[in-house]
Nanobody, 127 residues
Framework: QVHVVESGGGLVQAGGSLRLSCAASGRTSSMYAMAWFRQAPGKQREFVATIRWSGGSTYYADSVKGRFTISRDNAKNTVALQMNSLKPEDTAVYYC????????????????????WGQGTQVTVSS
């Protein structure tokens, strides 16, 4: 069992930055990848970014590429999402997820590839 907890959400003006953090605990040695998803009101949960725990390869949704950066700290079992040049359409609840199955990085874009989820943190970008 892996437990993940997000932090760092908040309210920011368009063009600003926020940094989200996710702390993992429990059987972290079983983790293969960690990711961020987001869900806006009335919409499905969508993929944002993922990072493989070993090797650190990353993959991003086109909508955030060049603006968001995912990183990990294996020693602290944490994953961060640095979000720059934020837009009102980035407003959503952001969820951290951990997966234990060894999928190809580019396939780690669906919720079904992840086994453990956090409760989410709200990000609101005002125009």
């Amino acid at each position: 069992q892996v437990h993940v907890v997000e932090s760092g959400g908040g309210l920011v003006q368009a063009g600003g930055s926020l940094r989200l953090s996710c702390a993992a605990s429990g059987r972290t040695s079983s983790m293969y990848a960690m990711a961020w998803f987001r869900q806006a009101p009335g919409k499905q949960r969508e993929f944002v970014a993922t990072i493989r725990w070993s090797g650190g390869s990353t993959y991003y949704a086109d909508s955030v590429k060049g603006r968001f950066t995912i990183s990990r700290d294996n020693a602290k079992n944490t994953v961060a999402l640095q979000m720059n040049s934020l837009k009102p359409e980035d407003t959503a609840v952001y969820y951290c997820a951990a997966g234990i199955e060894p999928w190809q990085t580019s396939l780690l874009v669906t919720t079904s590839k992840y086994d453990y989820w956090g409760q989410g943190t709200q990000v609101t970008v005002s125009s």
